[in-house]
């Protein structure tokens, strides 16, 4: 199965390729490159672990969350696009965070990440993730290559 290829067994399967995160803490479905962005979704299926203590009455998927899959999106882009190829990012700042709308379980967030730099050793992107077309979270966030 060549990459980019979805694995009926585990439609993830290039995503965890690429990324070193799992479940349940990983939160990427689908990531593209268009016209040099990052184009990306994830759906947030009411199963999540969070749902039962974020805001039990009314579930939302938490801002940090938001951010975390934004960056996870934006790391699993710049792998495909062949700037970096190895090591875990690290959150070293996140800036501009403005959160627009609540994201409700079973909702899809779509992602546009735009690399800012992308380097060896850092990586600076900025993301909007919007629902049905209404934008839900900005923010834009440098990253520290490690091991």
Partial sequence: MSAGTIDPA???KEIKELLPHREPFLFVDKVDI???KIVA????PDTEWFFKGHF???PVVPGVILIETMAQCGGVGI???GIQNAGTFLFAKIREARFRRPVRPGERLE????NLKASPKIVHQRGVGSVGGEVAVEAEWIAIVGA
Avoid: L
């Fill in 41 to 44: 979704e994830r759906t947030y």
């Fill in 10 to 12: 585990d439609p993830r």
């Fill in 79 to 81: 792998r495909k696009m």
């Fill in 56 to 58: 039990p009455d009314y």
């Fill in 111 to 114: 992602m546009v990440i735009e």
């Fill in 34 to 36: 268009v016209d040099g």
